[in-house]
């Protein structure tokens, strides 16, 4: 069964730090695109980070642009180190990733991704 399952939310301060993980199950990260969205209350799901696994591209949404960080291991799980939190962060977070066939929409539509994640909520008080 291919899942998904996300870990490592929480609560912090302002100006904290927090580790997301985003772990797979029934398929192997390759060369998938692997993206964490994120999605507040009232408000549409964006994108954050992706990385191109294999190929080691990542990508980034420019309000998370030098405080957050994208990576893969070699156990089939996917990070995302989240530093200098602010409260504009709070969101459930997401990680999807997109098996074959591959789309050809850029890292950030939610329609290039067929298998997603349930979320862990981020909460960044001030």
């Known amino acids: 069964q291919v899942q998904l399952v996300e870990s490592g939310g929480g609560s912090v301060l302002a100006g904290g730090s927090l580790r997301l993980s985003c772990a797979a199950s029934?398929?192997?990260?390759?060369?998938?695109?692997i993206g964490w969205f994120r999605q507040a209350p009232g408000k549409k799901r964006e994108g954050v980070a992706c990385i191109w696994a294999g190929v080691g591209a990542t990508y980034y949404a420019d309000s998370v642009k030098g405080r957050f960080t994208i990576s893969q291991d070699n156990a089939n799980t996917v990070y995302l180190e989240m530093n200098s939190l602010k409260p504009e962060d709070s969101a459930m977070y997401y990680c999807?990733?997109?098996?074959?066939?591959?789309?050809?929409?850029?890292?950030?539509?939610?329609?290039?991704?067929?298998?997603w994640g349930q979320g862990t909520q981020v909460t960044v008080s001030s």
């Open positions: 999807a990733a997109d098996l074959p066939p591959y789309g050809a929409s850029w890292w950030g539509a939610e329609e290039r991704y067929n298998v």
């Open positions: 029934g398929f192997t990260i390759s060369r998938n695109f």
